[in-house]
């Protein structure tokens, strides 16, 4: 199973990013698929769940500001992040779990102030 993320950058608050995920190894139209981040010094969190039909969870502090998505037909989950926060720096990893629990590389998100 492998998790490839790609997307981060920095950008400047209340700027956009798009933060992609390509999964491959498993049945990507059977697995629940989840977005955490992990800022400096800080327990990595869940950010965003989107489940196999499509239904969506967010934490509180993204509510109304990040939508997580899916495209099965390319494999990929995608966070779209709007109205981005200083606070909402950190690595962010999308994860699945396939009889186990995996994560991708991370990519970094860097917001300015």
């Known amino acids: 199973v492998q998790l490839q993320a790609s997307g981060g950058g920095l950008v400047q608050a209340g700027g956009s990013l798009r933060l992609s995920c390509a999964a491959s190894g498993i049945a990507f139209g059977g697995a629940m698929m989840e977005w955490y981040r992990q800022a400096p010094g800080k327990q990595r969190e869940l950010v965003a769940t989107i489940t196999i039909i499509g239904a969506t969870k967010y934490a509180e502090s993204v509510k109304g500001r990040f939508t997580i998505s899916r495209d099965n037909t390319k494999n990929t989950v995608y966070l779209q992040m709007n109205s981005l926060k200083p606070e909402d720096t950190g690595v962010y990893y999308c994860?699945?779990?396939?009889?186990?629990?995996?994560w991708g590389q991370g990519t970094l998100v860097t917001v300015s102030s």
């Open positions: 994860s699945t779990t396939w009889n186990m629990r995996y």
